[in-house]
């Protein structure tokens, strides 16, 4: 057991943090996208810790943080050039990039993977505890295994209190969503995990992007999945295919209470949630909408209930608050959560990425 302490990010606090990150301890560090829990990406013992903090399945790799271009021909081998047009436009920034590992990258935190995942986040904190520790820092998201990621420090401190020594808080994450994770090891670039940086962004750069058939296949299932609680849905989940990125195959971003997703097109939403409300009367229900939706239902609905994601063209207010909205309900002693399945262009990929997982892919079409 830790005390852990939460220190503004000072220069004396982040050579605190990385004198710990040197001796082998964990750290949890801010980053554009949401908090990392953070250890020397060469120690395999330090790592080790990260994943028994975290409750992480052995088996899900841990991408590496960077501070400069030099550092990345540390770890990785046979930087191709499409990787290097990615990181001249987007590093630092919300992209991870899935490159050769070299030898010097410990098995253990790569699930045992020929490839490791590299970012340069785009968060002076972040880059400053890099530079002070003087290793690329392996670093999943702070949360507990399965929880929303944490997105301020006061979530990473709900999830894993007593279990590490310090995190810096740097104050709310920008994006909130993480980053987009992208395979250059192929011919053509693949997005394993939709994220901040859209696939129409990337394809500006190197031309024509795939996305990995394993979130495909997750998605055909999910639109196969008919009811809320039904077989159908039961057999998506079993069936969806193992994603590339192993850490994806997860049930991932929960709240404590279930969430259902309810997908309409936009003058039908109201509606369809007016009817899963009357279906579910007894029930406490807790509302996860755009704000559009929240004015369609007030006074309708008990105000406490409604956590509000922002304007649905807001794509960028909604990722960056999609994790304390749906922590937030753990706050509110719900039964279950209906939430609004939102539009999938752009950035919304990422968003209903997140929001199909953190429902199980539990979605009701009306
Ligand atoms: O924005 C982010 O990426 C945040 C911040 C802290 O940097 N980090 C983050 O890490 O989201 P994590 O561990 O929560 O998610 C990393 C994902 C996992 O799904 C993991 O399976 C996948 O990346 N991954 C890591 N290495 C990989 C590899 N070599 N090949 C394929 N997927 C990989
Ligand atoms: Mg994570």
Redesign the pocket.
Known sequence: MFSTKVLPPTAAAIEEAAALLRAGGVVAFP?E????LGANGFDPAACAKIYEAKGRPSD????L?IAHRAMLDEVALDVPEMAERLLAAFAPG?L?L?LRRRDAVPLGI?GG?A???V?M?ENDVALALIRAAGVPLA???ANTSGRP?PTTAQAVLDDLAGRIPLILDGGPCRFGV??T?V?VTGEAAVI??P?AITREMLEEVVGAVQLDPGLAAQERMAQAAKGADGEAADDARAAARAP?????KYTHYAPRAPLTLLAAPPAALAAAFRRALAEAEGKTVGLLVSDETAAALAGEVEESRIVRLGARGDQRRIAARLYEALRSFDGKSVDCIFGEALDEAGLGLAIMNRLKKAAGYRIRRF
């Open positions: 980053t996208t949401v908090y990392g899900n790799p841990l991408i943080h919300p991870t899935v790569t993977l490839t490791v995942g970012r986040p670093a999943p998201s990621s993480e980053s994770i395979d394993l995990r994220g590339r990125a192993p850490g994806m």
